[in-house]
């Protein structure tokens, strides 16, 4: 782009902010999806898809530490969302599972995306929902290449010595 046509996007992504801020709101989606952290609705989704998974699925998942994985799902199980349970072969495994309210919980989250996805992509054509994919498909193809490209090089690292007396 020519510097005469150049696009303000910081002015362009707050305004999209602002408009994003609204439809992000707990008044619009009538649930409590806004009361989860992104790792529990993560977490949710996973346990959704699989009856039940082990800490070190959810770790990997997540992609968090243990101790931050166990955390999130202490927090899910005092709201009763999940349960552990211990295997019934081996008493060292532990499983996460959904609860009823859990499933729930995630059923409505899933209803409500679902049903504004549909009243977004009606109001498209044919021809433009097949747009929004392609071009949202190249965003996350370019910010996947992105964070592979961060994730190659090595970390700052620096040194720190402790002087022992």
């Known amino acids: 782009m020519e510097n005469g046509s150049k696009v303000n996007l910081e002015g362009m992504m707050f305004d999209y902010i602002d408009k994003v801020k609204y439809l992000l709101s707990p008044e619009i989606w009538g649930n409590d999806l806004f009361n989860c952290s992104k790792n529990e609705v993560f977490l949710l989704l996973l346990l959704y898809r699989n009856s039940d998974v082990n800490m070190t699925q959810i770790a990997e998942y997540l992609n968090a530490p243990l101790n931050t994985s166990t955390g999130i799902v202490a927090r899910m199980e005092k709201r009763n969302l999940v349960n552990r349970e211990r295997s019934s072969e081996d008493k060292r495994v532990v499983t996460i599972k959904l609860t009823d309210a859990g499933r729930g919980y995630i059923r409505d989250m899933i ?34 290449g992105e964070g592979a490209k961060q994730a190659q090089q090595p970390p700052d690292t620096k040194i720190r010595k402790i002087v022992i007396n």
């Open 111 to 144: 209803k409500e995306i679902t049903r504004y996805g549909e009243l977004m992509m009606d109001s498209f054509s044919p021809e433009e929902v097949g747009l929004v994919f392609k071009m949202v498909d190249k965003v996350m193809d370019t910010l996947s």
